[in-house]
């Protein structure tokens, strides 16, 4: 059973640019959310999306958004980067269709570099 | 605000020493627990977890965590590590099954020779 796949892994954009990466959950979950993840400010929630809706968000501004496709997978954009930004993104799959759901899996992370 | 406190950013320890990585949480409803491991320049991977049950969970790797209620407490445990448990260790809850993690600040776990 393949993991969560995120991609890119790398990426360095410019101050101003818009990026957009995406995530493809375990086969059969549900549930997609992404974290930032920085020196500074630790693993910081993002948002949640369940059946291609947003059901949860955390405090990030309004350019930080996503989406959720009826396959699950998900991507997520941040526009007008500034250098803050820098971070690891991760997402995570969960909410398997059968069975129970005890745990949340992560991907490997888009490490997003700002200049 | 939820939040979840891990008491150490750092925890220096030689190898086949005891460890104890402790996190504490603020709630007062019913949660699920967590602990993480990340190593570097990798996504998180599940150590173990409170779901219900028997308060004491154990991982396949020798770690163990105790849920204590009424100091809400999940401290993660281990009687003798290895050189390999080197790593980055994340406690985390979660407030219903799936879906936000609120994670602690990380425990950066050194093990030397």
């Known amino acids: 059973k393949a993991g969560v796949t995120q991609t890119p892994r790398y990426l360095i954009k410019t101050r101003g640019q818009q990026v957009t990466l995406s995530c493809s959950p375990i086969s059969g979950h549900r549930s997609v959310s992404w974290y930032q993840q920085t020196p500074g400010q630790g693993l910081q929630f993002l948002f949640e999306?369940?059946?291609?809706?947003?059901?949860n968000k955390g405090n990030f501004p309004g350019r930080f958004s996503g989406r959720q496709f009826s396959n699950s997978r998900s991507e997520m954009n941040v526009s007008t980067l500034e250098l803050g930004d820098s971070a690891l993104y991760l997402c995570?799959?969960?909410?398997?269709?059968?069975?129970?759901?005890?745990?949340?899996?992560f991907g490997q992370g888009t490490r997003l570099t700002v200049v | 605000a939820q939040s979840v406190t891990q008491l150490d950013s750092q925890v220096p320890v030689f190898e086949e020493a005891p460890v104890e990585l402790r996190c504490n949480y603020s709630?007062?409803?019913?949660?699920?627990l967590f602990w993480y491991v990340q190593y570097p320049n990798q996504g998180l991977q599940l150590l173990l977890k409170?779901?219900?049950?028997?308060?004491l969970v154990e991982s396949i790797n020798g770690f163990e965590a105790e849920f204590n209620k009424s100091q809400t407490s999940f401290h993660l445990r281990k009687p003798s590590v290895h050189i390999s448990d080197t790593a980055e260790y994340f406690c985390a809850v979660s407030y219903n099954q799936g879906g936000k993690l609120i994670f602690g600040q990380g425990t950066e776990l050194s093990v030397k020779p």
């Open positions: 709630s007062s409803v019913s949660v699920y």
């Open positions: 995570a799959s969960s909410l398997p269709l059968t069975g129970m759901n005890t745990e949340a899996f």
């Open positions: 999306y369940f059946s291609e809706t947003q059901r």
């Open positions: 409170y779901l219900s049950g028997s308060t």
